[in-house]
């Protein structure tokens, strides 16, 4: 391989333009590590942190940098802006990486599958965060563990705008801290680093208890522009300032506006909540028409009006940066005669590049005003005015002490400079009073996430209750948090709608809504709506009962007659007006992808198994193939790698189990010969099924067979192992209940390949591997109970697995060759608590031990690896 060229010259090639001082410092630092970044708006943050790492983790191949860049942005801001400037960037440099918008809906998600290649990573910090708690909004309950593991190693992170995220921000530091905790005091096997950047960043937003130990390296080691460049350009860009205590009523922002606007130029006024920005749009609308109903028309030379908030559907908002909401189209030469006026919310504060001559802006944070300014004469040799509104009648979102403060600070800086350059707005920030610079920056977070937390998040069992833990407090306070709903054309009177029906969910057509709102839409007693939500244990959408219980991040359905939403306005409660689904898109050519997201949706859904015919054993070496090229791409240790292996091999064996095999028609059986007649059969293709399920054994979960079975081969060669009664014996001999004495017909020679394996392993390494195996699909995994569908049944077994259950014999794959595995029988006693006279510790023990030995990352990481080849290696055509 030719070396690579120097970065500022790749930067170049790449980006178009000659990197500022402080991108090529960052682009030339080869180690990475956690950083601050304190850039103005408009002096390419987006390039300065995406580059560095394509040209040291892409181009120079260096494994000391994370395989995946996680971006992750305060609020839904286009986040397709920055998509497409990453798009470019990849299509000049040649480098073959990976870009996936994580906005909800059920999408091909290919990164999941390649955890060994390059990916990119955009979303919104619900969507990242949430799957950094291992809690993915708007993912199946099964695929939490799986992205959790991935966005927690071998990811660095890149937080923008942290002015803007909130509790978010302490969240974002705290996980830092407990990573950093595991890669020292555990086993971490990748990095895991974050960059923080805001052109208002203060270090102490980042003393959170866990993390503060840090921020003061980080913040004298910051990335920042030198004094001596701070000059010239887009620093001397001049933006006029002032502000007005005037009335703020809709109706004269509305006439303000028009009376300032230029024709042929932009101008964007920015309010603070959504229905403030519907009311000034509604108003400015009126004035630029004349006569009503039929006959109503644009008066002449009214401007072009556009609304943008972030109650709005994918498929709209997506219009919104190539109509209007882009560098290129806010250009003099692109606007319109009469030139445009955009109302907007807080969603342009970030990410969106665009250059108004005009900026009417209400009260806001400090943090969120300069970042306002930033949008008003962006460009070098521009220049524009901005009009900072007095106070409205209500604070919300914000703080009134917040408004106060930052109220002081436009009248001190509108009086000392009347401009709002970005030179000014530092100048003016050095010399501020030290009083109004704390109560201008002021951060304290509603709630902190702890470690207890985030242990405890590990477990991702079903609440049988519905009540499971919400983290969105850990994510946005009050009232910001939100679900996402979407329209189908369903009966609003059904109890239940099957998935079938619904077909596959594109996040184009969510819309964010409120939670607060959509309870009251829905609210019985307020002549509410029907919302469905998808039940994982029946694998349907199911009528909410109980609104209150709706947490925040759920993806909701909403039958099309109920109304609540209009192209034109954004998601309206009183809309009543029937609303058009969103067309299906095509479905995605990457059918592994798919199938992984609809498995992880449903207790019961076992598609995944829908493949070419194969065996237990060639699956499971396939399998193991898969997973140790994965290992091998990102120089996993040895040891490690071993696991894995034999968790592979090991994953579907409970798939021997009667229930699974009958599943598979007889007589689709019989039309493939030899093959179709084996009782160990892992795949069968889709039309082979019965298509019943397992009417048997509702809810049968093939991978607890699994482990069960592993555990009773090692007790069959080495009953003392130290994962079996090597570490209890004594304790129960003192209890007095010796372990029963094994009958010498049940035991299996040392020698067996299969045995010979598991008994090499050390007690943590055989629970390892046995979680593993568990865990690989993510529906069993830290705790072994019954569902309300092995209750209805009434067999008293778990997860359609019974007590004194036979499996095989089968054949599974060894280190060399495939061996047969002698009929075994399958004991539930590692469901109970305590210590057992067979298996010795519990299955909840094994678990907790592990989680203290290895932590939440690195067993979710495995997890993740684990998976990754499984679904690989069943789409894969045997050779």
């Not at 580059?51 to 992750?72: A, I, K, N």
């Amino acid at each position: 391989m030719t070396s690579p060229p120097p970065y500022a010259a790749w930067f170049q090639t790449v980006a178009g333009f000659w990197p500022h001082g402080w991108q090529r410092a960052l682009g030339e630092a080869t180690h990475c590590g956690h950083r601050l970044l304190r850039i103005p708006t408009g002096f390419g943050k987006t390039a300065g942190v995406v580059l560095p790492w394509l040209y040291h983790r892409v181009l120079r191949r260096d494994l000391g940098w994370p395989t995946r860049l996680v971006f992750c942005f305060p609020m839904r801001t286009l986040v397709e802006q920055t998509e497409a400037a990453i798009a470019a960037w990849l299509e000049r440099s040649g480098l073959p990486v990976s870009v996936h918008v994580l906005m909800g809906g059920v999408e091909s998600q290919r990164w999941e599958l390649s955890p060994e290649q390059p990916a990119i990573l955009l979303g919104t910090q619900d969507m990242l965060l949430s799957r950094a708690m291992n809690r993915g909004y708007g993912t199946g309950r099964a695929r939490w563990p799986m992205t959790f593991g991935l966005v927690s190693q071998d990811a660095l992170w890149v937080l923008d705008e942290i002015q803007l995220m909130d509790v978010g921000l302490a969240t974002s530091a705290q996980l830092a801290a407990f990573r950093d905790h595991d890669a020292t005091a555990r086993r971490r096997l990748r990095p895991a680093v974050a960059w923080w950047m805001s052109a208002t960043l203060q270090p102490a937003w980042l003393r959170t208890i866990d993390f503060s130990a840090q921020v003061a390296a980080l913040h004298e080691q910051a990335v920042r522009i030198p004094e001596t460049e701070r000059q010239g350009g887009l620093w001397d860009v001049r933006k006029s300032i002032d502000l007005r205590d005037a009335a703020t009523a809709e109706a004269d922002v509305a006439k303000l506006a028009l009376d300032l606007h230029q024709p042929g130029t932009l101008s964007l006024v920015i309010v603070n909540q959504v229905q403030r920005a519907v009311d000034l749009f509604q108003a400015l609308d009126e004035r630029c028409h004349e006569r009503k109903g039929k006959t109503r028309v644009r008066r002449p030379g009214a401007p072009e009006l556009k609304l943008v908030h972030s109650r709005f559907r994918g498929t709209e908002r997506a219009q919104w940066s190539r109509d209007f909401l882009s560098r290129a189209a806010s250009r003099p030469e692109a606007l319109p005669g009469e030139g445009r006026i955009v109302v907007a919310t807080q969603v342009v504060e970030a990410g969106v590049d665009i250059s108004a001559r005009l900026l009417i802006t209400d009260l806001a944070p400090w943090s969120s005003l300069v970042q306002r300014f930033g949008r008003c004469a962006r460009y070098e040799g521009e220049s524009g005015a901005i009009i900072v509104l007095g106070k409205t009648k209500t604070t919300a979102p914000y703080a009134e002490a917040e408004l106060d403060a930052a109220a002081e600070a436009v009248a001190a800086f509108a009086r000392s400079a009347g401009d709002a350059s970005p030179r000014a707005v530092d100048a003016f920030e050095q010399t501020c009073a030290p009083d109004l610079l704390g109560r201008l920056y002021r951060y304290a977070p509603a709630h902190v996430l702890r470690r207890r937390d985030i242990d405890e998040l590990f477990d991702t069992t079903p609440d049988l209750t519905g009540s499971d833990l919400d983290v969105g407090r850990y994510i946005r306070s009050g009232d910001d948090r939100d679900v996402r709903v979407f329209w189908r054309h369903v009966e609003p009177h059904s109890k239940s709608v099957s998935r079938e029906q619904i077909g596959r969910v594109h996040r184009a057509e969510l819309c964010p809504v409120p939670v607060r709102d959509l309870r009251d839409f829905a609210r019985a007693d307020r002549g509410g709506r029907p919302v469905f939500a998808l039940d994982y244990v029946l694998g349907a959408y199911r009528k909410v009962e109980d609104v209150d219980r709706i947490p925040p991040g759920s993806t909701l359905l909403l039958p099309s007659s109920a109304g609540g939403y209009s192209a034109a306005l954004g998601w309206n409660p009183k809309a009543n007006a029937e609303v058009a689904p969103f067309p299906p898109p095509p479905e995605p050519a990457d059918g592994a992808a798919l199938r992984l997201d609809r498995s992880a949706e449903a207790a019961e859904d076992d598609s995944l198994s829908r493949a070419a015919w194969k065996s237990i054993a060639t699956h499971g070496r396939e399998t193991a193939q898969a997973l140790r090229d994965i290992a091998d791409a990102l120089e996993l240790p040895t040891r490690t790698a071993t696991l894995l292996d034999l968790a592979a091999r090991w994953h579907d064996a409970g798939k021997a189990h009667a229930v699974f095999q009958e599943a598979i028609a007889q007589d689709a059986r019989a039309k493939v010969g030899e093959i179709g007649q084996r009782r160990d059969l892992a795949k069968a293709p889709g039309e082979a099924w019965t298509g019943k399920g397992y009417p048997a054994r509702p809810g049968f979960r093939h991978e607890l067979a699994s482990a069960l079975a592993l555990l009773a081969l090692l007790r069959r060669a080495a009953p003392l192992h130290a994962a079996l009664l090597g570490g209890s014996a004594e304790l129960l001999a003192a209890l007095g209940e010796p372990p029963p004495a094994a009958l010498p017909e049940d035991s299996i020679d040392g020698s067996h390949p299969l045995a010979r394996e598991l008994a090499a392993l050390s007690g943590e390494e055989l629970n390892i591997v046995a979680f593993l195996v568990c865990a690989h699909h993510g529906k069993v995994r830290t705790a072994w109970t019954s569902t309300p569908l092995d209750q209805a049944a009434g067999h008293g077994g778990i997860h359609g697995v019974c007590e004194d259950d036979a499996l095989g014999p089968f054949e599974l794959a060894a280190a060399e060759g495939d061996a047969p595995v002698p009929s075994l029988t399958l004991c539930l006693e590692p469901a109970a608590l305590g210590v057992g006279a067979r298996f010795g510790a519990s299955w909840g023990e094994r678990v907790a031990a592990l989680l203290e030995a290895w932590g939440p990352f690195t067993l979710a990481y495995l997890e993740a690896l684990l998976r990754a080849a499984d679904v690989r290696a069943s789409m894969d055509a045997t050779s």
